[in-house]
């Protein structure tokens, strides 16, 4: 508190409540928070400098104290007014660039002695709390740093979605869940397999196509027992490869159409 007791040294001999005791103690604060004095009044003058002292008169109107403030590197404007209601003291601070308006409101007994007035090592009373509330109620808050991203482009690429480029080339997923059955094609017996199981009773697929044994469904008929009205038992040979040529099972009821020929079948010109 040496800058404190230094100002108030200099402004002790116009100090004659203990209303002033205070407005000097939040003054210093603004001071200290990187503000300089500009003057008093609510309009700035030609004349105004920065500074911070307290300036000529500033204590001349005990019911209302106006002080307007300067940042450091000229960014930002205060207006500050104590205003005095009995024993209470109530600061109003506005921040002209941020448009911030912040108040705070004190029992003026509570950190002021008003026997010591001139005594600067005895006047001030809880001036650590005093000091905590003028900082965390009334003084502009400074804005937090914004944190760096510290994602790279590549990581952020990797995290968008697979749709999101309109170019890209999707995948092509086979339809069913089950993968087949293909054989390894680089195994050293693998060259000619197809030809040494024509069936593909290995699950190769094989190289002949038969509806009853290349993988479709069966009809869950034994064609060497052979087909009523078709085909006699025996006529197809135990095993035999066998292309069904007509429906499996009974025949539809009425008249078979080709028993009869198509009208003009014996036209040449048809």
């Not at 404190?4 to 409540?17: D, R, W």
């Not at 002695?113 to 001139?118: E, G, K, M, S, V």
């Not at 292309?243 to 009974?250: A, E, I, L, Q, S």
């Amino acid at each position: 508190m040496a800058g404190l007791e230094l100002l108030y040294s200099c402004v002790a001999g116009s100090i004659t409540c203990p209303q002033d005791v205070v407005v000097c103690f939040v003054h210093w604060e603004i001071v200290k928070s990187g503000y300089k004095c500009l003057g008093l009044g609510d309009e700035p003058l030609s004349g105004d400098k920065k500074s911070e002292l307290l300036p000529t008169g500033w204590n001349g109107n005990k019911e209302l104290y106006t002080l307007r403030y300067k940042s450091n590197d000229d960014k930002s404007n205060l207006l500050v007014k104590a205003i005095t209601v009995d024993s209470t003291l109530i600061f109003n601070l506005m921040d002209s660039a941020t448009e911030q308006v912040s108040d705070l409101t004190m029992n003026v007994s509570d950190y002021v002695d008003a026997d010591h007035l001139q005594t600067f090592e005895s006047v001030f009373k809880n001036a650590e709390d005093l000091a905590q509330k003028v900082k965390s109620q009334l003084l502009p808050s400074v804005p937090a740093p914004r944190k760096k991203d510290k994602k790279s482009k590549r990581e952020t690429s990797d995290d968008s979605q697979p749709d999101s480029d309109p170019l890209r080339i999707p995948t092509r997923h086979p339809q069913t869940s089950r993968q087949p059955n293909w054989p390894d094609p680089m195994a050293p017996f693998a060259a000619g397999g197809a030809d040494l199981d024509p069936f593909g009773g290995r699950g190769g697929g094989g190289m002949i196509v038969d509806p009853l044994r290349a993988g479709y469904p069966r009809s869950g008929f034994d064609p060497s027992g052979g087909l009523p009205g078709v085909l006699p038992p025996g006529a197809v040979p135990p095993g035999a490869r066998f292309d069904p040529f007509g429906p499996v099972g009974r025949h539809r009821p009425g008249p078979d159409p080709d028993h009869m020929p198509p009208p003009g079948y014996d036209d040449m010109f048809m």
